[in-house]
């Protein structure tokens, strides 16, 4: 990945476990060096709303 290596968190959701919902790259390339913080995921297919998924990452940051 020209990024560098991702990594994944997965998140509960209503019972429901989404593995790898939510990547980062904690070390992108330099070329990629703007993507350093941020996160990111698919909201397509997910069975949850984009909204609700990010209610649910922000709250476990939150916690962490």
């Known amino acids: 990945a020209w990024k560098g290596q ?3 968190y997965s998140l509960l959701i209503n019972g429901e ?3 790898d919902a939510v990547w ?3 070390d992108p390339k330099p070329e990629a060096e703007m993507v350093r913080g941020r996160v990111a995921y698919a909201s397509n297919g997910a ?3 984009a909204v609700e998924l990010e209610r649910a ?3 476990a940051l939150e916690a962490a």
């Open 6 to 8: 991702a990594s994944y």
């Open 17 to 19: 476990m989404l593995t």
């Open 24 to 26: 980062y790259y904690p």
């Open 47 to 49: 069975p949850q709303s």
């Open 57 to 59: 990452y922000r709250s």
